[in-house]
C-alpha cells in the first residue's frame, strides 16, 4: 500500500492506537491479556517503551492504521542487545503492507540503536480457531525470523488453551565486547519520519 507515513508515537496516540488494540484482546487469542487497558493506563505502557525503544506508528491517509514497538526481552544487563517485539494493525487494514513497513521501521531504529536480536512471542493454535490462526508465525517467517521455541498449553483464553513460540531474528554481528546499546531518544534524536 502507497502512502504509509511511519513516524513515533506521542502519548496523544494512546487513544487512536488503543482502538487498534482493543479488538485483539476482546475478540481474539492473539494477545492473552483479558482485559482492555484504559487509556490512561496504554499510555503508561507507551511512556516506559518511549524511555528507551522505539513505538511506531503507521498512518494512512494521516490516520493510524498500526503500531509497533520493542521492549526488554528480559532485565538482566547481558540481554541488553536482545528486544521482544510487538505488532498490531487495524482490522480493515490488515494485508496491505503495513505490518511490514512497520516492522521495517522498526528493525532499521533498533539496528542504529546497536541492538542484534529481535525476538517475538507469538501466541500459536493447535488448530486455527476463530480466536487464533497461524497468521503471526507466518508473517514473522516473511520478515526473516525463525521459529526458535514452542511453550504447550501455556495461556487459556476464551476457555482453550494455547500455545506459544518464540521466533528470532539476528540483525547484527555478536562481537566479543559489543558496544553499549543507545537510546532511542539518542538515535533518532526524539522523532522519526520515512526516509
Request: charged share 30%.
Amino acid at each position: 500500500m502507497e502512502g504509509i507515513t511511519i513516524r513515533t508515537a506521542v502519548l496523544q496516540d494512546a487513544e487512536a492506537l488503543l482502538e487498534i488494540y482493543a479488538p485483539y484482546v476482546e475478540n481474539t487469542a492473539i494477545t492473552f491479556e483479558y482485559d482492555v487497558p484504559t487509556v490512561e493506563e496504554f499510555a503508561g505502557r507507551m511512556s516506559n517503551v518511549l524511555r528507551r525503544y522505539p513505538y511506531l506508528v503507521g498512518e494512512v491517509d494521516g490516520e493510524p492504521a498500526g503500531y509497533a514497538y520493542a521492549g526488554p526481552f528480559k532485565e538482566r544487563a547481558a540481554y541488553d542487545w536482545a528486544v521482544e517485539t510487538t505488532v498490531y494493525v487495524k482490522e480493515d487494514m490488515k494485508k496491505h503492507g503495513i505490518g511490514r513497513a512497520l516492522y521495517e521501521a522498526l528493525e532499521k531504529t533498533l539496528a542504529a540503536q546497536g541492538i542484534l536480536n529481535l525476538n517475538a512471542c507469538i501466541a500459536f493454535p493447535e488448530k486455527e480457531d476463530e480466536y487464533l490462526t497461524t497468521d503471526s508465525v507466518k508473517f514473522h517467517k516473511k520478515m526473516g525470523f525463525s521459529k526458535v521455541g514452542r511453550f504447550h498449553k501455556c495461556g487459556c483464553k476464551f476457555g482453550r488453551w494455547y500455545d506459544m513460540v518464540w521466533m528470532e531474528k539476528h540483525i547484527g554481528t555478536h562481537e566479543e565486547n559489543p558496544a553499549e546499546v543507545r537510546f532511542f531518544a539518542e538515535v533518532m534524536k526524539g522523532s522519526f519520519q520515512n526516509e
